[in-house]
């Protein structure tokens, strides 16, 4: 496992990560050592278009990433070792394969196969929320904590856990589905099939959802001028813009957002007595709008000495996180 400092090499070795979203696929390079972000770079991801294009997009995409890193750093082909791939989960890991992705409309592929096909490289594959948490942890906002709690918010909710150092995946990969904790039992259809997912309650989709709902029942908002009055368009980003701008219903969704977000982490808060809590994704761009209610909401519903043990924390890798867990899961998969 990579850890928090690591020798150079007179020889740097090279690893592709790749951070594959509901939304967006974000691929970039980095040296074995952590030291430095290279040829970062994103794209839709287009779901709609089926697995095979999405494929495609990411081994071009790996492909364009080792070119540019190849012409600023002046290495080899052979110093580039692999390709770390963070996806939507569950997965077998063991197989490299998506098992389930609701938001990508994928079952039982074969990604880490097809991408190694491709590209000619050794790849793995891990949860791509796994990667998130591990990459703050490497070289972000978590850096120096020993138990650590990811969520990651954004087409969907996904998380990880780090315990006493190392990642843990569960029995069967699927350790840390954060966003498919209940937490209202007779509540909203979640793309999972189950009801009452946090992830039904505080995505991006989900948080433009009820702003939706809201304008739909005459509450008065800026929104809908936002828009131009096409209420599909609207965001979980349009509804941050507009709490900043001090609307009352755009405001409320927000710390709605919050308290669910509250009482799922003091929910994990409880269970695994973490160190840091570190969440990633467009929700932090609400900044104290949402951090404050967030806190108090963790504060009312777990137990003080969690709470006093634990610092909740935005990720400071914005856009890159996925891709340095990526790489930090490859090196940790092939020591």
């Not at 090499?9 to 430095?36: C, H, K, Q």
């Not at 780090?162 to 350790?175: E, N, P, Q, V």
Request: charged fraction near 20%; proline fraction near 5%; hydrophobic fraction near 40%.
């Amino acid at each position: 496992m990579p850890q928090q400092t690591a020798p150079s090499s007179d020889a740097p070795r090279y690893v592709v990560g790749v951070d594959l979203g509901g939304t967006n696929i974000v691929v970039g390079v980095m040296p074995e050592d952590g030291s430095r972000e290279i040829a970062m770079r994103s794209q839709p991801t287009r779901a709609d278009l089926g697995a095979d294009v999405v494929v495609d997009r990411i081994c071009q995409m790996v492909e364009d990433a080792i070119t540019i890193a190849r012409a600023e750093t002046g290495a080899t082909r052979e110093q580039f070792v692999g390709v770390g791939v963070g996806a939507p989960g569950p997965l077998d890991r063991g197989r490299g394969v998506v098992l389930i992705a609701p938001n990508l409309g994928w079952r039982d592929l074969p990604l880490r196969a097809l991408i190694m096909d491709r590209v000619g490289l050794a790849a793995t594959l891990d949860n791509d929320a796994n990667c998130a948490t591990l990459g703050e942890w490497w070289t972000g906002a978590a850096r120096g904590a020993r138990n650590v709690v990811g969520i990651t918010i954004g087409t969907g909710i996904g998380g990880g856990l780090i315990l006493d150092g190392r990642l843990y995946h569960g029995s069967s990969d699927m350790a840390g589905e954060i966003g498919h904790m209940t937490i209202d039992s007779n509540g909203r259809r979640c793309n999972c099939g189950n009801y009452g997912c946090l992830e039904a309650y505080a995505s991006g989709p989900a948080i433009a959802e009820r702003a939706r709902e809201a304008i739909n029942a005459d509450e008065p908002s800026v929104l809908s001028s936002l828009v131009g009055g096409k209420l599909e368009r609207i965001t979980a980003q349009t509804v941050y813009e507009a709490s900043e701008k001090g609307d009352p219903l755009a405001r409320e969704v927000v710390r709605d957002t919050a308290r669910f977000l509250g009482a799922g982490i003091a929910n994990l808060l409880n269970t695994f007595n973490p160190d840091c809590v570190v969440i990633a994704g467009g929700v932090t761009q609400a900044g104290d709008a949402l951090f404050e209610p967030l806190n108090a909401e963790v504060r009312r519903r777990a137990f003080r000495p969690v709470v006093e043990a634990c610092r909740i924390v935005p990720g400071i890798l914005p856009g890159s996180a996925g891709v340095v867990g990526a790489v930090a899961t490859f090196l940790q998969q092939n020591q």
